[in-house]
Nanobody, 115 residues
Framework: QVHLVESGGGLVQPGGSLRLSCSAS????????MNWYRQPTGKQRELVAN???????NYADSVKGRFTISRDNVWNRVFLQMNSLKPEDTGAYYC?????????WGRGTQVTVDS
């Protein structure tokens, strides 16, 4: 059974940093692209960044140059380093993987950027 668990969210001031972590189990982790999504309150969930098993990364335009996605294929974890945070980065952040043609989601971790 696929299981994703996010951690690392919290309250941070504008300009601050956070590092999110997602631990995955139930899949051959190194073979799958891992995704980070976020969902601001009252808005649709959006893709923030993803990373292939080989380490190729893609980012939403809104976070390019500020966020960095990485992964550890030994410990089955994916990370999202978020720098220069802005109030508009506030939302619930979710780890996601598509496995056997269906999406799996963690429960999410809340990020709040506020002074």
């Amino acid at each position: 059974q696929v299981h994703l668990v996010e951690s690392g969210g919290g309250l941070v001031q504008p300009g601050g940093s956070l590092r999110l972590s997602c631990s995955a189990s139930g899949i051959n982790f190194r073979l799958y692209t891992m995704n980070w999504y976020r969902q601001p309150t009252g808005k649709q969930r959006e893709l923030v960044a993803n990373i292939t098993g080989g380490g190729a990364a893609n980012y939403a335009d809104s976070v390019k140059g500020r966020f960095t996605i990485s992964r550890d294929n030994v410990w089955n974890r994916v990370f999202l380093q978020m720098n220069s945070l802005k109030p508009e980065d506030t939302g619930a952040y979710y780890c996601n993987v598509h496995y056997h043609n269906r999406p799996y989601w963690g429960r999410g971790t809340q990020v709040t950027v506020d002074s």
